[in-house]
């Protein structure tokens, strides 16, 4: 296991933080292994140009959560594109499964351990994969990226659009 520490000396100008200690984790994660294909899936806090560029230094692949609110340009202006270029990239899975629709017990029926009535139904999701390759922003120092999108629908309600 690797791991590095945050840590602050007594005179220090500038606090110690996670995006500090990562850099300093995967030059020591290639140290120990130099020839080893590595692909970091990272939380959107490390997404940005200083990630990318000391993660190509030491020759790593990497997958970052694409979030709203930590991209402020950029996902507004992927989503805007998203229908356009991926219309032609995309997988719709559609699941049926049976369920318990379990209605709700009153204290007194718990405490009596009352069976509830219970009916069966039939749950339906939706789940859309979309991706897009290639993508470069329209300003300098970007990299060429690819996104993936998942979009959940659960009986007609939207659970997750990513």
């Not at 994660?29 to 899936?41: A, N, V």
């Not at 990497?62 to 340009?73: A, D, L, M, N, Q």
């Amino acid at each position: 296991m690797v791991s590095e520490w945050i840590e602050n000396d007594g005179d220090y100008n500038k606090q110690d933080c996670e995006i500090n200690a990562f850099k300093r984790l995967i030059v020591k994660l290639r140290g120990y292994f130099p020839k080893l294909p590595i692909c970091l899936l990272l939380d959107a806090l490390y997404g940005g140009q200083p990630i990318f560029e000391a993660m190509q230094e030491v020759r790593m692949e990497w997958i970052v959560v694409f979030k709203e609110g930590r991209w402020s340009t950029l996902y507004p202006w992927v989503m805007s594109i998203k229908d356009h270029c991926s219309k032609d990239n995309m997988i719709v899975d559609v699941e049926e499964a049976e369920i318990e629709d379990r209605k709700k017990r009153s204290h007194g029926q718990r405490l009596r351990r009352g069976q509830p009535q219970n009916k069966k139904r039939i749950r339906f999701t939706e789940t859309t994969y979309t991706w897009m390759t290639g993508l470069e922003v329209p300003t300098k120092d970007r990299y060429p990226f690819n996104v993936m999108t998942c979009k959940d629908v659960v009986d007609g309600q939207k659970a997750c659009d990513y």
